[in-house]
């Protein structure tokens, strides 16, 4: 039962213009929600997050919303440059006690941004 | 160090063979998890440890799977007896607070 999907395999957009990546969740108990970056050979690096209290999170180029109603969520990214190309993953997770914090994975989305 | 630290980084085993794989964590971090990725998917959690505390094995595939983290620092994933559908990437990540997880490179491991 995958809790967390990504139903984009690949997205290739060109340099300048918006790369929007998507996510969907099953578990109504997820309240907090990260996405990741992963360039080849390379761990996983945190990007940015959003707490299910938001429903909108900016940092520079990069913006995640939120709908909760519809157990959804994208990343943003504008304008989209060359480095922005690796494998982005959707994560969620439940806080507070009683809960580990271990991050639950969707299957990732490759995006190529071409110069 | 100032990043998590796994070693080897690739590791080639024989079918049947016993693997230990090791992870350095930011010192410090309370927090330690063991993710599994498998090839084209997402990492999916093994285990994780608040210090030398295991507290949830759930996501362990096996019980030839094990891990340590005796001091509550350097952790040890073993896998024994390997079998191909261990194949896979193992990524370790630690935290201080229960927000920022660090990843490790990963170790990739190949059973042959």
């Known amino acids: 039962d995958q809790q967390v999907k990504q139903n984009s395999p690949s997205l290739s957009v060109q340099e300048g213009r918006i790369s929007i990546l998507n996510c969907d969740y099953t578990?109504?108990?997820?309240?907090?929600f990260l996405w990741y970056k992963k360039y080849p050979a390379e761990g996983p690096t945190f990007l940015i997050s959003?707490?299910?209290?938001?429903d909108k999170n900016e940092d520079g180029r990069f913006t995640v919303f939120l709908n909760k109603s519809a157990k959804h969520l994208s990343l943003h990214i504008v304008p989209s440059q060359p480095g922005d190309s690796a494998v982005y993953f959707c994560a969620a997770k439940r806080t507070g006690s009683g809960n580990t914090g271990k991050l639950i994975f969707g299957q990732g989305t490759t995006l190529q941004v071409k110069p | 160090g100032a990043g998590v630290s796994q070693s080897p980084r690739y590791k080639v085993a024989k079918r049947g063979q016993d693997v230990a794989l090791r992870c350095d964590p930011i010192s410090g971090h309370v927090s330690l998890f063991w993710y599994q990725q498998a090839l084209g998917q997402g990492p999916e959690f093994l285990t994780y440890f608040q210090n030398e505390a295991q507290l949830d094995k759930s996501g362990l595939p096996s019980d030839r799977f094990f891990a340590e983290r005796p001091e509550g620092s350097v952790s040890t994933l073993k896998i024994q007896r390997t079998q191909q559908e261990d194949s896979a990437v193992y990524l370790c990540?630690?935290?201080?607070?229960?927000?920022?997880?660090?990843f490790g490179s990963g170790t990739r491991l190949t059973v042959v």
């Open positions: 990540a630690s935290s201080l607070q229960d927000y920022g997880y660090t």
């Open positions: 578990n109504s108990m997820f309240d907090y």
């Open positions: 959003i707490s299910s209290i938001k």
